[in-house]
């Protein structure tokens, strides 16, 4: 099966990241942070402006639409049975996924991340 490169956020929008940072193995007791990982998420880094919550409104920044990202890994995390160690929601519901099943990031400040508690890698 080919890499992962688009993820689709409404028809008109998509989030291009650069998978050759986020595909790798995860061995066990290593800590995987997607503002780590793929972050900062600037347009140097080749991130678009995209939609961004900001309180109850919302606005465009570059890297917006990265959240898609965050809780696509924290729902793969859940349902893999991997400790997460840190996520934070959206302050309002996202289109994308049911009402606590999202995850937010914001480079710096707000981080999805996990633990391999497994005896073996994790491949993302």
């Known amino acids: ?12 929008y998509t989030t291009r990241f ?15 942070s997607q503002n780590n ?17 900001a309180g109850c409104n919302v606005t465009r920044t570059v890297g917006g639409g990265v959240c898609k990202i965050a809780s696509l890994l924290y729902n793969v ?13 959206h302050s309002m519901t996202v289109p994308y996924v049911s009402p606590g099943q999202d995850a937010t990031v914001f ?6 991340r996990f633990i391999n508690d497994t005896e073996g890698p994790v491949v993302i």
């Open 107 to 112: 480079y710096g400040v707000k981080d999805f």
């Open 37 to 53: 990982t793929i972050g900062p998420y600037t347009s140097y880094k080749g991130y678009q402006t995209g939609p961004t919550y």
């Open 1 to 12: 099966m080919p890499p992962l490169k688009w993820l689709p956020i409404k028809p008109r």
């Open 18 to 32: 650069p998978e050759k940072d986020l595909i790798s193995d995860w061995l066990p007791g290593k800590i995987f």
């Open 77 to 89: 995390a859940t349902l893999s049975d991997l400790k997460v160690i840190m996520r934070s929601p």
